[in-house]
Nanobody, 127 residues
């Protein structure tokens, strides 16, 4: 699976952005899809994940209630709608795929379980 993330940019605090991750290659619907982010000088951290069917999602506490993950299997694309952005959301955002057809939960917050990664897209929220 090849992943291409897009949609990053610079937005004022309180604003919104929608990231997209287009997948090509193997059957997109066989994969749980996640988003991670890495701020300068920090470890890559989990943001959100959505199951292969879209029925279950799981979020990091830091984004819960502000970010929404979704997917369109017909378009082989997943999305991350980010609202009420804060300066601490500034990071490179990466999409990732894990070959899984089960419900998702906290066990999907681990970077090591993902098989494929996109190249990242930068989100900047100036202080």
């Amino acid at each position: 699976v090849q992943l291409q993330a897009s949609g990053g940019g610079s937005v004022q605090a309180g604003g919104s952005l929608r990231l997209s991750c287009a997948a090509s290659g193997r059957a997109f619907s066989n994969y749980a899809m996640g988003w991670f982010r890495q701020a300068p000088g920090k470890e890559r951290e989990f943001v959100a994940v959505i199951s292969w069917s879209g029925r279950t999602t799981y979020y990091a506490d830091s984004v819960k209630g502000r970010f929404t993950i979704s997917r369109d299997n017909a378009k082989n694309t997943q999305y991350l709608q980010m609202n009420s952005l804060k300066p601490e959301d500034t990071a490179v955002y990466y999409c990732a795929a894990d070959q899984s057809t089960t419900a998702v939960g906290s066990n999907y917050a681990q970077r090591g379980r993902y098989d494929y990664w996109g190249q990242g897209t930068l989100v900047t929220v100036p202080a």
